[in-house]
Every structure is written in structure tokens, then in C-alpha cells.
């Protein structure tokens, strides 16, 4: 592989660069004719990439996907992870097109935040439907409803860990959130909390209840100076009504 294979490397930052150019054209001499391209995603290609400590994400596209692929790249990728590149997903085209209702969110994330460094873009043509990024949602949405309520049944008398179970939970749904404010038709902010601002007004909830949650940094089972109890409600009640709100979208 010649340096006139790799395109975009002047759009890495240099740490990105040094590090997954050489991983690139190792596997690159591994795989060879079956790779159809290869681009990064996330914090690696942008300014939120933090050196040493964001991993740097990536996706092989095979013409065909066959077991020794894996086999052959190991070595190669166990060298990568100590850089925190982290192990990168193999797809095919097929396998792409046939799972934009089941990973809509994965896919819009990717097209919105990647780089190209070799061979064919088969991102940008990508058409994801708006229906299957709002049936991911709800389905997320309702899915960690249930899991906090099954939670606190499990351990609301002994309270221990449900601030950080709270934590999680709105961690782990800041995403979707994410892709509600891309449903109403903006453009969703950087930061998190002015993520989780931009939702409570598009959906009319109280961003007093996520955003204390968010910014507490104990684990002492107080959120705001308050038993963790009093947000639990408020919470349980604020994403029951998201849940209820994004079904009729």
C-alpha cells in the first residue's frame, strides 16, 4: 500500500494520524483486495478526541467476511488496543444496508462524524429513516423505565445505589436524546447538558430534574442536597412522560 491509497489524513489530528496510519497499512497488507474502505468515527476526528484517553473507533467494510479475517487481524489488533485504538467492527455493504432499521442511531452517529481514509464512501449515500430512529427511541426510552423500576423493587429499601443507578440511566439515554432533538428538526449541541436542555424544551420536561441528576458528582445517595428518593419520582415520572410524548411523534 502507497501513501496515494489513504486519503484525509490531513483532516486526523496528528496523534490520531501517527498512531492508526501505520495500524491502517498493516491491515491493509493483511487484507488487501477485500477491503472496500475504511474510515474513522467519534472523538477521533474531531476536537473532543483527548490524547491517551479517547479510543480511537474505526470500521473495516470487507468485500466478503469470512472467520479467518478475524483470525488473521489479531495480532495486528491486540498491538492496537495498549494505543487505545480500540478493535474495530468488520461489516460488508450487505450487511450495512440490511441494518439501518435495527442500528439507526449507530449508522446516524457514523454519518454524521467520520472520516474517510480509504477506498469507497459508503456512508454518505445512506438513507435512515426517520420511523426507525423513533421506534429505537421509544424502545430505549420504555426499556430503561422498566429496568429502574424493576431496580428499585429489587433494592428501594436498603437505597444503596440508586443515585448511580439514576446516573446511568440518564448517561446512557443522553444519546437518544441526542437523536430526539434530530426528530423535531434541529441540530442537537455538543455538550450534554445543553443536550438534555434542548430536549426538556422541545418536549416540554422539567430540565431541573435531569440536569441535577447529571451534575452531582457523590454517590451518596443525595441528589441537590435531597434524598435520592425525591428525584427518583420526579425522574420516573419525567421519562414516563418523554415515553408516552415520543410514541405519538
Known amino acids: ?25 498493516t491491515m ?44 488473521s487481524s489479531l495480532n495486528v489488533i491486540s498491538k ?7 478493535a474495530p467492527l468488520f461489516l460488508t455493504k450487505d450487511y450495512i444496508n440490511s441494518s439501518l432499521d435495527v442500528f439507526p ?21 445512506l438513507e435512515i429513516k426517520g420511523e426507525h430512529i423513533r421506534l429505537f427511541c421509544e424502545q430505549q426510552i420504555k426499556g430503561k423505565l422498566i429496568r429502574i423500576r424493576q431496580a428499585y423493587l429489587e433494592v428501594g429499601l436498603k437505597k444503596k445505589g440508586l443515585e448511580a443507578l439514576l446516573k446511568e440511566s440518564l448517561n446512557a439515554l443522553i444519546p437518544i436524546f441526542r437523536n430526539l432533538v434530530r426528530l423535531k428538526g434541529s441540530q442537537p449541541a455538543v455538550k450534554k447538558t445543553e443536550i438534555i436542555s434542548q430536549l426538556c ?4 420536561l422539567d430540565e431541573n430534574v ?40
Open 1 to 25: 500500500m502507497n501513501k496515494d491509497n489513504i486519503i484525509n489524513e490531513d483532516k486526523l489530528r496528528i496523534e490520531v494520524t501517527n498512531k492508526f496510519i501505520p495500524y491502517l497499512k
Open 28 to 71: 491493509f497488507d493483511i487484507h488487501g483486495d477485500n477491503l472496500v474502505s475504511v474510515f474513522v468515527y467519534g472523538s477521533a476526528t474531531g476536537e473532543n478526541y483527548i490524547p491517551k484517553v479517547s479510543d480511537i473507533n474505526s470500521v473495516f467494510v470487507f468485500k466478503k467476511l469470512e472467520f479467518a479475517i478475524f483470525r
Open 80 to 86: 492496537g488496543i495498549p494505543k487505545k485504538i480500540a
Open 105 to 125: 442511531i449507530e449508522f446516524l452517529d457514523m454519518k454524521e462524524n467520520y472520516i474517510l481514509l480509504y477506498g469507497e464512501d459508503v456512508l454518505s449515500g
Open 201 to 204: 424544551q422541545m418536549f416540554e
Open 210 to 249: 435531569f440536569l441535577p441528576i447529571y451534575k452531582d458528582s457523590t454517590n451518596d445517595e443525595r441528589i441537590a442536597n435531597q434524598e435520592v428518593s425525591v428525584f427518583l419520582d420526579k425522574y420516573l415520572s419525567q421519562i414516563e412522560k418523554l415515553a408516552m410524548v415520543v410514541d405519538k411523534l
